[in-house]
């Protein structure tokens, strides 16, 4: 088994911030992803990362940035805080040979004054 | 469009009840997989079901991939089944999961 950390949990900011996310793995993934939930929706992808040194755009990448650091972390940051992104943003990971198979961590909450 | 539409969109049961999902995705749809989220926890795998029938306790998948839908029967459910429930599936050979909105499940006593 393995687990999905991120820091941290709550992150408060004021709007036109830089804020930075932070994921770490330790199944051993190759692939790692990052979320954004906003309250009682379904999940949009940011950006995500096929193998250590990848760095890929979802559909919602505007306004961030990604850092795949090494293989077991990758990080989210948030460009300019806005107020209407606040949210819950979520990583995951999955194994190279079954994307689908995602695992994710429990989540940072944004909030943005 | 949307390329995986859940419904409903929300479903309110009492403790014993069963429930029934469904998910419908596009054609080029691939490896459908069933997740849970607990009310302001992370998303849990529940089942993957590319195809065929799944059964895992008292959860049962049932993917036709010809007619492009999906399933998720719970038999028998608890109050600890409420949460929102997603369908998510991969686009042909991508690596990216598309993600339904979700159908929120309520158990009440």
């Known amino acids: 088994g393995g687990i999905i950390t991120q820091t941290p949990k709550f992150l408060i900011g004021q709007e036109g911030q830089k804020l930075t996310l932070k994921c770490q793995q330790n199944?051993?993934?190759?692939?790692m992803y990052w979320y954004r939930q906003d309250s009682g929706k379904g999940l949009r992808l940011i950006y995500y990362s096929i193998t250590e040194n990848d760095l890929q755009k979802g559909d919602l990448s505007e306004g961030y940035d990604a850092s795949r650091e090494k293989k077991s972390s990758f990080s989210l940051t948030v460009t300019s805080a806005q107020k209407n992104e606040m949210a819950v943003f979520l990583c995951?990971?999955?194994?190279?040979?079954?994307?689908?198979?995602?695992?994710f961590g429990p989540g940072t909450r944004l909030t943005v004054l | 469009g949307q390329q995986v539409q859940q419904s409903p969109a929300s479903l309110v049961l009492q403790e014993g009840e069963n429930a029934e999902l469904q998910c419908n995705f596009s054609s080029t749809a691939t490896q459908l997989q069933w997740f849970y989220q607990r009310p302001g926890g992370s998303l849990v795998s529940l089942l993957y079901n590319p195809s065929g029938t799944k059964h895992t306790g008292r959860l049962t998948s049932t993917t036709v991939t010809k007619e492009r839908r999906s399933s998720l029967h719970i038999s028998s459910s608890q109050i600890t089944d409420s949460g929102t429930y997603f369908c998510?599936?991969?686009?042909?050979?991508?690596?990216?999961?598309?993600f339904g909105k979700g159908a929120k499940l309520t158990v009440s006593p």
């Open positions: 995951a990971s999955s194994p190279w040979d079954n994307y689908a198979e995602q695992f």
């Open positions: 998510a599936s991969l686009q042909g050979t991508g690596s990216k999961l598309s």
């Open positions: 199944f051993n993934h190759d692939t």
